[in-house]
């Protein structure tokens, strides 16, 4: 099945994958946060075991427009990315 793509300003097809989740090795450090120009992410509690963690979140995956800015910048790549299929 075919997936969305578009293209570059200098006409080269590209492929947008999109965020889909984060995985629990997260450590909270809030660089995929600021890289997001779209509001995607979201920073939430969590409890392992006694302690509580902060991680982030994909809260709003309509958002996400496939750039892949956020999974660039983590540290621990957590993120996981899927193409759209039309």
């Given at each position: 099945m075919?997936?969305?793509t578009g293209l570059t300003r200098?006409?080269?097809?590209?492929?947008?994958k999109?965020?889909?989740?984060?995985?629990?090795e997260c450590i909270?450090?809030?660089?995929?946060?600021?890289?997001?120009?779209k509001g995607v992410l979201e920073?939430?509690?969590i409890e392992v075991g006694d302690l509580e963690k902060s991680i982030m979140k994909v809260s709003y995956?309509?958002?996400?427009?496939?750039?892949?800015a956020c999974g660039r910048t983590?540290?621990?790549?957590?993120f996981t990315?899927?193409?759209?299929?039309?």
């Open positions: 075919a997936s969305i200098d006409g080269q097809v590209w492929t947008p999109f965020a889909t989740s984060i995985s629990m909270g450090c809030g660089r995929c946060f600021k890289a997001c120009a920073m939430v509690e995956p309509g958002r996400c427009i496939g750039c892949g983590c540290p621990k790549n957590c990315f899927e193409e759209i299929e039309l």
